[in-house]
């Protein structure tokens, strides 16, 4: 179907990395959520509702969207959906790149969302945290499905674990961290990385560290020229 038909069937999509329009102001991305709609009242009724939701976007509604946090712009993202009044909301990555604190609040609004009466269908890369709010769960690896049903029975499923969990048993053991290596060169490998005077001095920047007992380079004499000496008396 068409996006519009998608759109006015109640299918909505809040993108990964946000995609909100930076050049408009906070309102105005807001208003673009509805832009199928003709409701003018019921439009801004809804609108002071998720002003009233967040109040950070209420503090800066004529500010550019550049200007919000990423926290925030994925708050402006979601705000954008609910102004189409949709029946499922499809979430990808929303908690990318936030902090632990914004990722708490916006689990925290899924689950209000949720409860509202809203269908949310969410692909998420902290496992941990989708699993604990999801009424159901599927798994998908390279795009066919190796895993579905309850949530809870999947956190506590060893293969969930050791994919996406940190394992089963207990914290991983890592191998010791190794040594540099110091790699030797060759006379003729040395040779090769001596100034070139046909470059104009040493050529390339911050290619090695010349050893100490290289001969100390100036460069030639033009030609048809003699270097002179001369005693001040």
């Known amino acids: 179907a068409a996006p519009h038909k998608r759109m ?9 990395g946000r995609r909100i329009l930076i050049s408009l102001t906070v309102e105005e991305n807001l208003l ?30 004529h500010m550019l969207a550049s200007c919000l946090s990423g926290g925030e712009q994925q708050m402006l993202a979601i705000g954008r959906a609910m102004m189409a009044k949709p029946r499922l909301m499809m979430l990808d990555e929303p908690s990318l790149g936030l902090s632990p604190l914004f990722v708490e609040k916006l689990f925290d609004l899924i689950c209000e969302l949720n ?31 190796t895993m579905d049903g ?47 005077p ?7 920047k911050v290619c090695f560290l010349a050893p100490a007992f290289w001969p100390r380079w100036s460069p030639p004499a033009p030609r048809g020229r003699r270097k002179t000496s001369s005693s001040a008396t």
């Open 8 to 16: 006015g069937a109640g299918l909505v999509l809040v993108p990964e």
């Open 32 to 61: 673009l959520g509805a832009h199928m709609r003709r409701d003018t009242t019921a439009i801004r009724r809804e609108m002071d509702a998720i002003y009233g939701r967040f109040s950070n976007l209420a503090e800066r509604r």
């Open 198 to 204: 046909r470059r104009g001095g040493h050529g390339r």
């Open 150 to 196: 309850d949530p809870k029975a999947l956190a506590a499923d060893p293969r969930l674990q050791d994919a996406y969990l940190g394992g089963a048993g207990g914290p991983r053991s890592f191998p010791a961290k190794r040594k540099p290596v110091r790699v030797m060169k060759t006379p003729a490998q040395q040779k090769k990385t001596r100034p070139n």
């Open 115 to 145: 409860r509202d009466g809203l269908s949310v269908l969410l692909v998420e890369q902290n496992t941990g945290k989708a699993l604990k709010v999801a009424h159901a769960a599927t798994v998908l690896e390279l795009g066919r499905v």
